[in-house]
């Protein structure tokens, strides 16, 4: 598998740059799609998470280059204005699809027909032309972007986010495999799109080796990370001071959803490996849980409480709701080491933004996490998701303490490379490259 996605790798080092005269142009104003969950939305919570801070960056960052975006997502609670100025230049509209409340993200396919209809209404209100592109997020939003940009004549570039086949061929244990439909859907959307954003080298792979996309139509752009929010600020023992956490003690993190495909369970069952083999540590680790109960995990929302109790570590677990970006980032510096034992990540923007503010991460080898994480520099990587071998990484933090520091200097270092001003200037060049091979497309069948 590493043979393949290095040598499908240098297919796609970024995204296209066209060089013909006179002919490649920004767009002035995108419609964004996301239809399932809003940009509004707290992340950490419900379908909330690293593509809603995805969505909001980039806009943000989009419309700083001249690029204004409209976001379209489903309006999930009453009350709600139409539209709402998430920050100059980006306008959020929300669209009546269904019942504003206990519609689950499997249930929103049918809800599909709705929701473009509300974007053809806006899209009415215009003059011929106002959108230049279409960009979709997740493969809900894809279906209604391929029918708008078939309507309106425009490109449209897709981000997957995550797939369905990659993640049913990592399923954790007891998880549920992502449904058939989805399957099909995604297939379709690589055919009609234009572009496909890849979060990176190996998700690009992915894309022509379970859905036979043209590697011609892929670009890799590395999600960014917000380094003014993000950052070591004041330090390790000030964010401790603030939340109410020992100083001397050693805290490793888990930030996100709680759902089997983020694996919490995994962090849960190492702590308690190490207690076992050392039970002197009770009164020096400290376990925070920050983020609330999402996907397949909303069944079981107490599973992760049961669990400690269960495995007799709940005098060291703290469970905390999803915070905010600010607060997030106070989690982040305060914390000895972030774990993310995920069974799959397309990227793990959690975990360069704990990288950000300065701390070491120890993650699965899945996904785009070994692009986000520098093994045994920021660091460690861990094949599998074995309790034990997660206890083996966090044993060495405890038995070198300077790692803590001398990992995270490097992890602060390693993270300015992702600032979102880049995504966003990458992301735009794609945006060039789709509408000048549209209009290329257009005019050869005009002509023809």
């Given at each position: 598998?590493?043979?393949?996605?290095s040598?499908?790798?240098?297919t796609?080092?970024?995204?296209?740059?066209?060089r013909?005269?006179?002919?490649?142009?920004?767009?002035?104003?995108?419609?964004?799609?996301?239809?399932?969950?809003?940009?509004?939305?707290?992340?950490?919570?419900?379908?909330?998470?690293?593509?809603?801070?995805?969505?909001?960056?980039?806009?943000?960052?989009?419309?700083?280059?001249d690029?204004?975006?409209?976001?379209f997502?489903?309006?999930?609670?009453?009350?709600?204005a139409?539209?709402?100025?998430?920050?100059?230049?980006?306008?959020?509209?929300?669209?009546?699809?269904?019942?504003?409340?206990?519609?689950?993200?499997?249930e929103?396919?049918?809800?599909?027909?709705?929701?473009?209809?509300?974007?053809?209404?806006?899209?009415?209100?215009?003059?011929?032309?106002?959108?230049?592109?279409?960009?979709?997020?997740?493969?809900l939003?894809?279906?209604?972007?391929?029918?708008?940009?078939e309507?309106?004549?425009?490109?449209?570039?897709?981000?997957?986010?995550?797939?369905?086949?990659?993640?049913?061929?990592?399923?954790?244990?007891?998880?549920?495999?992502?449904?058939?439909?989805?399957?099909?859907?995604?297939?379709?959307?690589?055919?009609?799109?234009?572009?496909?954003?890849?979060?990176?080298?190996?998700?690009?792979?992915?894309?022509?080796?379970?859905?036979?996309?043209?590697?011609?139509?892929?670009?890799?752009?590395h999600?960014?990370?917000?380094?003014?929010?993000?950052?070591?600020?004041?330090?390790?023992?000030?964010?401790?001071?603030?939340?109410?956490?020992?100083?001397?003690?050693?805290?490793?993190?888990?930030?996100?959803?709680?759902?089997?495909?983020?694996?919490?369970?995994?962090?849960?069952?190492?702590?308690a490996?190490?207690?076992e083999?050392?039970?002197?540590?009770?009164?020096?680790?400290?376990?925070?849980?920050?983020?609330?109960?999402?996907?397949?995990?909303?069944?079981?929302?107490?599973?992760?409480?049961?669990?400690?109790?269960?495995?007799?570590?709940?005098?060291?677990?703290?469970?905390?709701?999803?915070v905010?970006?600010?607060?997030?980032?106070?989690?982040?510096?305060?914390?000895?080491?972030?774990?993310?034992?995920?069974?799959?990540?397309?990227?793990?923007?959690?975990?360069?933004?704990?990288?950000?503010?300065?701390?070491?991460?120890?993650?699965?080898?899945?996904?785009?996490?070994?692009?986000?994480?520098?093994?045994?520099?920021?660091?460690?990587?861990?094949?599998?998701?074995?309790?034990?071998?997660?206890?083996?990484?966090?044993?060495?933090?405890?038995?070198?303490?300077?790692?803590?520091?001398?990992?995270?200097?490097?992890?602060?270092?390693?993270?300015?490379?992702?600032?979102?001003?880049?995504?966003?200037?990458?992301?735009?060049?794609?945006?060039?490259?789709?509408?000048?091979?549209?209009?290329?497309?257009?005019?050869?069948?005009?002509?023809?």
């Amino acid at each position: 598998m590493s043979q393949y996605v290095s040598r499908i790798a240098s297919t796609f080092v970024g995204p296209p740059r066209l060089r013909i005269p006179g002919q490649a142009r920004r767009p002035r104003r995108i419609a964004m799609l996301s239809v399932h969950t809003s940009p509004l939305h707290q992340p950490g919570t419900g379908d909330a998470g690293g593509m809603n801070v995805y969505i909001v960056e980039l806009a943000k960052r989009l419309a700083a280059i001249d690029i204004e975006v409209e976001i379209f997502t489903r309006a999930s609670s009453g009350g709600l204005a139409p539209t709402v100025e998430l920050a100059p230049g980006v306008l959020v509209r929300h669209v009546d699809a269904g019942p504003y409340e206990g519609l689950a993200k499997e249930e929103l396919p049918a809800q599909l027909c709705a929701f473009t209809h509300g974007v053809m209404q806006a899209w009415a209100g215009h003059r011929p032309g106002y959108y230049d592109l279409v960009h979709s997020h997740y493969w809900l939003s894809g279906h209604v972007g391929w029918l708008a940009s078939e309507r309106w004549g425009v490109p449209l570039v897709h981000a997957m986010h995550t797939m369905a086949k990659v993640k049913n061929a990592a399923l954790a244990e007891g998880d549920t495999p992502e449904p058939a439909a989805r399957v099909i859907g995604e297939t379709q959307i690589v055919r009609a799109a234009d572009r496909l954003i890849a979060n990176t080298a190996e998700e690009a792979a992915d894309l022509v080796r379970f859905y036979d996309a043209d590697p011609a139509t892929a670009a890799v752009v590395h999600p960014g990370v917000n380094l003014e929010c993000f950052c070591p600020a004041d330090g390790r023992a000030a964010a401790r001071a603030r939340l109410g956490l020992p100083q001397d003690a050693f805290i490793p993190l888990f930030a996100g959803r709680i759902q089997p495909l983020k694996a919490p369970d995994v962090l849960l069952r190492a702590v308690a490996v190490l207690l076992e083999q050392t039970p002197s540590l009770r009164t020096k680790v400290v376990v925070p849980v920050v983020g609330g109960p999402s996907g397949t995990g909303l069944a079981k929302p107490e599973v992760l409480q049961k669990l400690a109790a269960r495995l007799g570590i709940s005098d060291v677990v703290r469970f905390r709701p999803p915070v905010g970006q600010a607060q997030l980032a106070d989690w982040f510096r305060a914390a000895s080491v972030l774990v993310m034992p995920s069974y799959s990540e397309s990227f793990g923007l959690v975990a360069i933004e704990a990288q950000a503010a300065g701390t070491p991460v120890v993650a699965a080898a899945v996904g785009g996490l070994p692009v986000a994480v520098r093994d045994d520099e920021t660091g460690f990587l861990v094949p599998g998701h074995e309790p034990a071998a997660y206890a083996d990484a966090l044993r060495r933090f405890i038995d070198h303490p300077e790692l803590v520091d001398t990992m995270g200097g490097a992890a602060t270092r390693h993270a300015q490379s992702f600032g979102w001003e880049t995504a966003a200037g990458a992301t735009a060049e794609v945006y060039t490259a789709a509408m000048t091979e549209h209009r290329r497309q257009r005019s050869h069948t005009h002509h023809g």
